[in-house]
């Protein structure tokens, strides 16, 4: 098993072609100067705002403990012919300490808030350390926004590993940076540790190989550093 110290998160995703806007702490979450922060985003309220960030606030605490240390296991085949690539199924477990989550509900509070038609989206983090500038709390039309330069080239560290993540337009807004969080998460999981074995078969017709991924990494202080949507092209 191998152990990563410190791990940074990208992410990127596809959504649709929809002008919308995000506070801007949620499209530059690694600018606000704390460290344990997170962000979580779900459903727009069916009934009561409160009740809405209420369960966000609880889904972020959720995940700021699997991103202090989880472990990822598990592989994946894919199955490559002249004709591309094909995915044959993948199965990985997470596990984390889950008891945590419970924990930093008592400890962390809610920084700020976003709510409209389409989501739900909570900024938690320690008050007593997390400071977050009336210019993070401002709304930015998505659509004004430049393609980051990470989008096509990932910063380099010696201390950090960095992922981009991606995902298809879901009917929930919130469905799809879930999914593209989730992606990029495994995207770095891969970066740190992944052992390929391939079994290659060839004919006079074809070329073809037969390729499982197999990881088994831990990952710690995962943060998610940036969000951005092409709203043009619905890719993030």
């Not at 593209?180 to 190989?209: C, F, G, H, I, Y």
Request: net charge neutral.
């Amino acid at each position: 098993m191998k152990t990563i110290r410190s791990v940074a998160l990208l992410l990127i995703l596809v959504s649709a072609a929809v002008a919308q806007e995000y506070p801007r702490w949620f499209l530059e979450q690694g600018s606000i100067p704390c460290g344990m922060k997170a962000v979580a985003v779900m459903r727009a309220p069916s009934l009561y705002r409160d009740s809405a960030v209420a369960l966000a606030f609880r889904t972020g605490c959720e995940l700021l403990a699997k991103y202090t240390t989880v472990t990822i296991k598990g592989g994946q085949a894919f199955w490559t012919t002249e004709a591309g690539v094909h995915s044959m199924g993948a199965s990985y477990t997470e596990t984390y300490d889950s008891t945590m989550g419970e924990q930093l509900q008592s400890s962390l509070r809610i920084l700020d808030a976003f709510v409209d038609k389409q989501k739900t989206i909570v900024l938690l983090g320690d008050s007593s350390a997390c400071r977050v500038e009336e210019g993070m709390k401002e709304s930015v039309r998505i659509s004004s926004v430049p393609q980051p330069e990470w989008v096509e080239k990932l910063p380099s560290h010696k201390q950090y590993h960095y992922g981009v993540g991606t995902s298809e337009d879901y009917y929930y807004e919130s469905s799809s940076w879930q999914r593209a969080e989730q992606n990029a998460l495994m995207a770095l999981a891969r970066a740190t540790r992944s052992t390929v074995a391939s079994l290659q078969k060839k004919n006079a017709v074809e070329s073809q190989d037969l390729f499982n991924e197999d990881l088994d990494v831990q990952l710690r202080r995962v943060e998610v550093i940036a969000r951005w949507r092409d709203v043009k092209k619905r890719v993030f």
